[in-house]
């Protein structure tokens, strides 16, 4: 049977969204189950997703349309940029699931159906094709992650579940009066239609800024980032997992979407914006990351810095620097996911995220520091990793726009391997300083079933990264020609011309663009 | 036009007064007949709901009397609305006034009565329907106010409402006096033409006074003090109905005022509309913040509520009448569910409980009861994907489609701010440690009325879209 006769992705909204309810009215072993076969399930259908896909297909495909809401349409459709975050959310899922197994005890049921509801509005987001749709499920995450941080996050979850609510909403609802304005402009909310509408530069810059308001704070970038180090601390495991892992890659995919595509002259406008704030974010993080005591504290950190790295790709106007960009955010994804699974892991023992509470964990738990090695490599973005080709292709990218932001934002990499290596050093290396850290037992199969997997996929992009890059490439070329009249002159070349004037002239990038992208 | 064809125009009211009458004296004469009569009020509604049904697609005005009452789609529309929401109020009522030895007879006809005061108001083509359409309405109101006689409370709340509502209904008369000192009528239409072109400062000042009259029968701000005390102090399926049909009442009566009356002014009652709309929204949210009452928290919300409703109207376009209809309806279905969750906010020793302390918690000992209050609070937040999320956003096109952006951006940061008591009361029921004093509820109506709001509040009420667009743009087109 062929995926594309198949209405694959209502299905694959469907599946949670029907376990979700199932879960509330089941006792906590039941749900439990019910929530893995769901996640399962929806994981295979996602591979069959994979598949089915067509990289030299239509741009959108396995199309949904249906008049059920009147003028919101419920449209779905993707591309390659759509299938491989829907593959990073229905991957983590089933994990995340397996990471709760033991350590929620209190209202399961509820707690499985939250992690559910989140699936499907997850893929919702990738999925849909209506300006509309795309916002209710974008919007619709903070009611099941608020609840997630609120009833099952540690001592400041109330806290924190107010700020990761008030702060989102706030960006969102900018967004929502630019998207108005947009459907009442263009006449329809079908965001291929929109990709091809060009909008009045004038009122670009407004709307880009309406849309930055909130695909900033998802992201998150520097200065509205710091609803994101107290939601990640509060939040259990598998909630800082899903957060880390799909919800920031959110405001990247928006960024990649809405504001790029559809107004590229805004988007060239605010490059010094852009660039400017990720720069403060790569450095002044990595600096906060290094001294932290609190490890999850340490990794969101940590999320912020190769978030900004990912600003940097997206805002290169070319191909590889949006290559990269996607690249890092699925790697980030995996990695920073499967740093919280370890950070949970060790809090399940000795509940506490305090680093000096730990040390010379490989002479007592060898698999986990085995692990988590591969993972504070792959953090670091050691070549073999993931993290290395996401941030290679992106600084490369950069480099042709802006030398400064470029060595800026490499700094990161290095600041990264500090407090990284740190982390990794305090932790697992040195004295057996606590006894009762020392006792702890080894990794089980659980664990070992959770992290294994994730750190199968780690190396597999890092190796052999054109798995993930051959989906991609036809759309983000697409998107690279459709804002080709606004990219910018880049300073990295040398010209005895002055370099104002090199948009001016012909030639400059096309020809230099189909040759980037041949050479892939 | 012939008495025939009025009385024919009129019916739905006739019905309704009529059957209020025949009830009258069945209470007389026959007593304990709270529930008989409150069973055979909700017939009433129906079959009067089922008359108006027959006039939601009319094409042309039809005007009764003269021109003194007018039953177009707009006016049927709204009805019906009023009498679901009266009808509503009449079958989640007699558990709470049984318990305050409160079920008499009287309380479903004074209800019946209101909803001809409130027929005739949003039929009203003329100042003087428009008034005794607001007095029928509010006399009733203020007896429905007090009507747990023994309960000090309640009788303060009545007195409170009496001496404001009075006031309000002189400021809205000597408006009415004004304007037909100056216009020379009393009728919309011939206010209409009188109002073309340069207007004199008395006409001025008569239209401001009619709006601050009726912007204090939908307790919009800044004439909104006398909601929180009277919505406290009224038994709680009373506040349910203050809440939402009267609400909807004077909202349409506005719309009408100031589209039929005062059509030919929109700058000047444009600016009043957008101030009343933003002060509401911020008096509403921040007022609500320091709310220890849940009843109280809910009067701050239905001022809030009222402000982002009137966002449509200072769009001023047919499309922002839509909307606010559109509104209006998820509205009364947010604010119904509300109450009845209030009312199933019993307490293990048999009192009913309004504080926000006292449903700490509820999640763990009352899963069903928390979930369905947790909708309600999400979708007057206006979170997608509760349909409350809906009724904001068509206000806020209608206003960004009339080019009103400060208007929008100002209203829509503001809603953050409502959020943040919304969210208080799901942190309480959610988050915090139960206190376990809310007892099971033992009346299966109030548990059925609820599931069925808060389903109407879910995602499957995004299915209702197309019906509800299609009827409130049929209605919007009458006034037009």
Known sequence: ?520 | MDLNTSLFLVRSEAILSFSALALLLLAAWRAEAGRLVSILSVAVLVAAGAYAGHFLFAGTQSLAFSGLYSNDAFANFSKILIYFAAAMSLIIAPPFLEKAAAMRAEYPVLIVLSCVGMGLMVSAADLITLYIGLELLSLSSYVLASFARTDGRSAEAGLKYFVLGALASGILLFGASLIYGFAGSTSFAAISTALDGDISLGLTFGIVFILSGLAFKMSAAPFHMWTPDVYEGAPTPVTGYFASAPKVAATVLMIRVVTEAFGTQVMVWQQIVIVVALMSIIIGAVGAIGQQNLKRLLAYSSINNVGFILIGLAAGTEQGIAAMLVYLVIYVAMTLGSFIVLLQLKGRDGDYKESLGDIAGLSKTRPALAATFAIFMFSLAGIPPLFGFWGKLVVFDAAVAAGLFPLAVIGIAASVIGAFYYLKVVKVMYFDDAVDIIAETDDKTLVWTGGLMALVNSPVGYFSIPVLGLLSAQAAKALF
Not at chain 1, 116 to 145: H, K, R, S
Not at chain 1, 360 to 385: C, D, E, Q, R, W
Not at chain 1, 430 to 455: T, V
Request: with cysteine.
């Open chain 1, 1 to 520: 049977m062929n995926a594309a006769d198949f209405p694959i992705l209502s299905v694959m909204l469907a599946v949670p969204m029907l376990a979700a309810i199932a879960c509330l009215f089941v006792r906590a072993e039941m749900a439990r189950i019910i929530a893995l076969t769901a996640t399962l399930f929806n994981l295979l259908l996602g591979v069959w997703l994979w598949i089915s896909y067509n990289p030299a297909g239509a741009q959108w495909q396995f199309t949904e349309s249906a008049s059920l809401f009147g003028p919101i349409g419920w449209k779905l459709g993707i591309d390659g940029i759509s299938l491989t975050l829907i593959m990073l959310s229905v991957f983590l899922m089933p994990i995340c699931i397996g990471a709760s197994w033991r350590s929620i005890t209190s209202r399961v049921g509820e707690y499985m159906a939250a992690f559910l509801l989140m699936e499907t509005l997850m893929i919702g987001v990738f999925a849909a094709q209506d300006l509309m749709l795309f916002y209710i499920f974008f919007e619709a995450g903070l009611i099941p992650m608020y609840l997630i941080i609120g009833i099952w996050g540690g001592a400041e979850r109330i806290y924190a579940s107010y700020k990761f609510f008030l702060y989102t909403l706030l960006g969102s609802l900018m967004m929502l009066i630019a998207m108005l304005w947009m459907i009442q402009f263009a006449g329809t909310a079908d965001i291929p239609t929109l990709l091809n509408t060009d909008f009045p530069v004038d009122v670009q810059k407004w709307l880009w800024l309406a849309f930055f308001a909130s695909f900033a704070v998802k992201m998150p970038m520097w200065p509205v980032h710091t609803w994101l180090p107290d939601a990640h601390v509060q939040a259990p495991t598998a909630g800082s997992v899903i957060l880390a892992g799909v919800l920031l890659k959110m405001g990247g995919y928006g960024f990649l979407r809405f504001s790029i595509p559809m107004f590229p002259e805004a988007s060239a406008d605010f490059i010094p914006l852009v660039f400017g704030l990720s720069m403060v974010a790569v450095v002044y993080t990595s600096l906060v990351a290094l001294v932290q005591n609190d490890m999850k504290k340490l990794i969101a950190y940590s999320s912020v810095a190769h978030m900004a790295i990912v600003t940097v790709g997206l805002f290169t106007f070319n191909q590889q620097g949006i290559e990269g960009a996607i690249i890092v955010m699925l790697s980030h994804g995996l990695v920073s996911g499967a740093l919280f699974l370890c950070v949970g892991v060790i809090y399940d023992r000795l509940h506490t995220r305090e680093i000096s509470r730990y040390g010379g964990l490989s002479i007592n738990m060898p698999k986990y520091a085995l692990l988590f090695m591969l993972f504070t490599m792959a953090s670091v973005g050691l070549p073999g990793t993931s993290g290395f080709v996401g941030e290679f292709l992106a600084l490369a990218g950069a480099y042709k726009v802006s030398t400064w932001a470029t060595l800026i934002a490499t700094t990161g990499i290095i600041l990264g391997a500090g407090y990284m290596l740190y982390l990794y050093r305090r932790i697992a290396f040195g004295a057996q300083i606590n006894a009762d850290a020392a006792a702890m037992p080894d990794m089980d199969g659980r664990e070992m079933w959770l992290l294994a997997p994730i750190a199968a996929a780690v190396i597999w992009m890092g190796v052999y990264p054109e798995t993930f890059l051959a989906p991609i490439r036809r759309d983000v070329a697409t998107i690279v020609a459709r804002i080709e009249r606004a990219a910018p002159a880049g300073d990295s070349k040398l010209n005895a011309k002055d370099p104002t004037t090199a948009k001016y002239r012909v030639g400059g990038h096309g020809s230099e663009k189909a040759a980037e992208g041949s050479q892939h």
